[in-house]
Nanobody, 118 residues
Framework: VKLVESGGGLVQPGGSLRLSCAAS????????MGWWRQAPGKEREPVAS???????KYSDSVKGRFILSRSSAKNTVNLQMNSLKVEDTGVYYC?????????????WGRGTQVTVSS
């Protein structure tokens, strides 16, 4: 599975950005897709995810501000980020969890930088 991210950039506090992640390759068996982020000096943390069945999960820090959606083809996820805060700054990574022959595999994109600053 190959994950390609797009979007990101520099935005002022209170602004909005949209991230997209497209999965390609052998996408059969993907159970969930989502976004993680890593701020400077901190560990990578989950932001939002959606399961194959459409169940959504958000971290408490972004709930009510970020919206995760999925394309009808189920191989693209979009993260609409609103009311951005300085603390949302970091590298955002797309993630896909795939089940294959009874084992689960995690795939990661290369990451896209999001900077919230005045």
């Amino acid at each position: 599975v190959k994950l390609v991210e797009s979007g990101g950039g520099l935005v002022q506090p209170g602004g909005s950005l949209r991230l997209s992640c497209a999965a390609s390759g052998s996408t059969f068996g993907i159970k969930a897709m989502g976004w993680w982020r890593q701020a400077p000096g901190k560990e990578r943390e989950p932001v939002a995810s959606i399961t194959e069945g459409g169940s959504l999960k958000y971290s408490d820090s972004v709930k009510g501000r970020f919206i995760l959606s999925r394309s009808s083809a189920k191989n693209t996820v979009n993260l609409q980020m609103n009311s951005l805060k300085v603390e949302d700054t970091g590298v955002y990574y797309c993630n896909a969890l795939q089940s294959s022959f009874g084992d689960d595999f995690n795939y990661w994109g290369r990451g896209t930088q999001v900077t919230v600053s005045s």
